[in-house]
C-alpha cells in the first residue's frame, strides 16, 4: 500500500501535518517507513524522533492525538501531506494549537 517514496539518506520522509478542517498547518515531523505503516495502520500519527532517536505517537502523553483522515505525497514523491482531525488542545508541545504560532 506504500507507494516508491524518496527517503533521505537516514531513511526518512518529513510529514507536514494540516488540519482537514481549517486548513491549518500544524507541524511538520519525520517518518520512515515504519512510521508510515504505523500511521497507516493505525489511523493514527507516528513518527521518528531524530532527537531521541524513537519511534512516537503523537499525543500519546499529552491526549492531542492526530486521527488521520488522508495522506498525500507530492510530485518529486520526497515529502507527505497528512490531513488530520486534530483532537485535545493542540499539536504543538508550547501547549499551542500549532507549532507554527510565530511571525517574522
Known sequence: ?????????KGLIPAV???IDTKEVLMV???????LRKTIET??????SR??????????????????KSIYYDCDEDC???MVKQHGSG???T?????FYRKI
Open 80 to 82: 507527505l501531506l497528512v
Open 29 to 35: 515531523a519525520y517518518m520512515d517507513k515504519e512510521a
Open 91 to 93: 499539536a504543538c508541545h
Open 1 to 9: 500500500m506504500i507507494p516508491e517514496l524518496k527517503f533521505d539518506d
Open 95 to 99: 501547549g499551542n494549537r500549532t507549532c
Open 51 to 68: 532527537s531521541r532517536q524513537k519511534y512516537w505517537k503523537k499525543g500519546e502523553t499529552s491526549g492531542n492525538v492526530q486521527e488521520v
Open 43 to 48: 489511523g493514527y500519527t507516528h513518527f521518528w
Open 17 to 19: 501535518i494540516q488540519e
